[in-house]
Structures are given as C-alpha cells and as structure tokens.
C-alpha cells in the first residue's frame, strides 16, 4: 500500500461486528493506511457489542476517527453509553465520534418505541452531562439521573462529537439542534440529500446554527468487485434483508408495497436468491454501493455532488473483506484525493 495517505473525511468504513477481535486491529489498520477518514463499527441487534471492535482498532491505528454507529438508549442505558464512549475517546486518544439512532425491529424484544424523541433527546442530555462532569439531578419522561451520579475517572474530552442516525423528521430537526453529524443508514440515494438537509434546518434554526454545520452522511451495504456483475448479484442478497425497512423512508421513491411484501416474504423463508432478484436495478443503485469501482466512483460523486459530507460503505466491501477493501483504497479512493 506503500506509504500512508492523509485521512480523507468525506470516506469512512463501517464493519459489522462479526469477526475475531484481533480481525478488527489489522482491517482498522488497513483502513487509515489507504486514507479513510473515519471507520465505524455497527452496534446491530444479536451482534457483538461494538466497544471490543473499536478498542482493537483504536490500539491499531494513530490517525482516524472511530466510533460505533449507532448505539441505542432503548437497549443500553446512557450511563453506560457515556462509560463507553469516553473509555473509546481515551484509548484514541481523543478520536471517537458518538452514533445513536432508535434502531429497528425493537417490536421483536417486546420494547415500545412510544418516544422516540424523548429518548434520544435524553439520552443525549445524560451523556453530555456526564462526560462534563455536571452534576445535577435529571429526571426526565424516559430516563433518570442522581445528582450524586458521575464517572469516576477523568475523561479525555468533555466534549465528543454526535452522530444521530435516523431518517425521520423530528429527529433530523434534533440533530440540527445538537449533532456534528446525521447519517441515513442504508441509503446510497442523491435524491435524499435536499429532504434531509430541509428536515435539519429547523432545528438548527432553532439553536442558532447554520443547518450546514451538520453533515449529512450516506451510508449502505458495499461489494465492489472488477466484475460488476458478481458484485450486484451479491449486494442484492444483503439489500433485500432491510429494503422493506427502509425504502417506505425515502420519501424520494415511489415502490410498490406488493413487491416489498414479496421480498419480505421471500427472506422471511431464507430464499435471499429469490428476494434479491426481485429488486430492480435502479433501487439496489439507491439502497447500495455494487458494481465495479468505476461504477462505486460514479455513485460517490454524485453523493458528494448532492451536498453530503461524507461516504460510508459498509459490510461485506466485496466477495472478500480484503478485496473489497482493497480495491475501495486503491481504485476508489484515489479518485477523490
């Protein structure tokens, strides 16, 4: 790979947290190596807990930021939250970014999701107060906190940047009022980009901040692949997994509901063949990032041409960890340096 490139902060990584721990040390050091900008580790239901994952990476790597994207107060509490994202912030030195987001499928643990505002908002409230160290009582409609509450070790920044996932209205506008960031997971869409800005500017209006100090981050499934065709039959199997999720979020697209009942169907029985074939070519361009590297360049400019911040491409990366990355770090990300 020869020498290290400086960090690009409109490319990230995301990994799935699937994998050996000592897996996550030598792709985290791969990552910042080629020049990534920032690498994620996703925090998703029945997977591992993100936190091993980025303090492998973290004891790895020197230069890129890390973080989790996205951890959720329905199922971890912001005390432990706050915990551990200033014991990341730490072991990096002063690198980690802080992701959030509701989450999916909270229905399947038996948890209400009546709140999602509140939650998020105090959840966010919690954090920061902890990480600075303020100790007041909170009682808020969700969650609680002693004045006697605190960490008990000095943090390395008081302050840590936000991320807040999410694709909704009332949460964009929240995270005009307190993110750095705002990442739509599992888009590869342009068209996105306006809605999410228009959602951000009333609460950034609201807080006194410019709606473009918040940077909207896309972010989907990758496999990259000098056959262009073997990588989009690959990437359709993983697609067809969230598409009845998300596509009835973009207000952008117009699907049929029958077909997203049939993919629904088809993965419900584990038949990914039939429910991948079933999405057609211009929604997998606009729920992922499949084909040949120059067809990868090709969506990432238009991404970054739209008005977003940055890039994120996500698990598998290609027919093999390594390869994807590879050709992400030596085809890909050259062409935006």
Request: neutral net charge; glycine residues 10%; charged residues 25%.
């Amino acid at each position: 790979m020869g020498t290290p490139r400086e960090p690009d902060d409109r490319l990230s990584i995301a990994f799935q947290s699937d994998k050996r721990p000592a897996e996550y040390a030598e792709l985290g050091a791969i990552v910042e190596r080629y020049g990534f900008g920032t690498v994620s580790v996703y925090a998703d239901l029945l997977f591992q807990p993100p936190l091993l994952a980025l303090l492998m990476i973290a004891g790895a790597t020197r230069r890129i930021r890390l973080g989790p994207a996205c951890l959720n107060p329905y199922t971890l509490h912001p005390v432990e939250i706050a915990g551990q994202i200033a014991t990341l912030d730490a072991a990096s030195g002063g690198r980690a970014y802080l992701g959030l987001a509701r989450g999916a499928w909270l229905d399947s643990l038996g948890i209400a999701d009546a709140r999602s505002l509140t939650t998020i908002r105090e959840a966010v409230t919690i954090v920061q107060q902890l990480l600075r160290g303020e100790r007041r009582e909170f009682n808020g409609k969700v969650f609680r906190l002693s004045a006697d509450h605190a960490l008990q070790w000095a943090v390395e920044r008081p302050e840590i940047p936000l991320l807040i996932g999410t694709w909704g209205a009332r949460l964009a506008a929240y995270a005009g009022e307190v993110a750095t960031e705002l990442k739509v997971g599992g888009s590869a869409n342009p068209a996105i980009v306006a809605p999410i800005r228009a959602r951000i500017a009333p609460g950034a209006a609201k807080a006194g901040r410019d709606a473009g100090a918040v940077g909207i981050v896309l972010g989907a499934v990758t496999v990259v692949d000098e056959d262009g065709e073997r990588a989009r039959a690959q990437v359709r199997r993983e697609v067809a997994r969230y598409l009845p999720v998300v596509a009835p979020l973009d207000p952008t697209i117009a699907l049929d509901p029958e077909l997203l009942t049939r993919i629904d169907a088809a993965v419900a029985r584990d038949d990914l063949a039939t429910a991948g074939a079933l999405v057609p070519d211009d929604i997998l361009d606009r729920f992922a990032f499949a084909g040949t590297p120059a067809q990868i360049i090709r969506q990432t400019e238009a991404i970054l041409a739209a008005g977003a911040a940055r890039v994120e491409f996500g698990t598998p990366h290609g027919l093999t960890a390594r390869e994807g990355l590879r050709l992400l770090g030596e085809r890909v990300l050259p062409a935006f340096q």
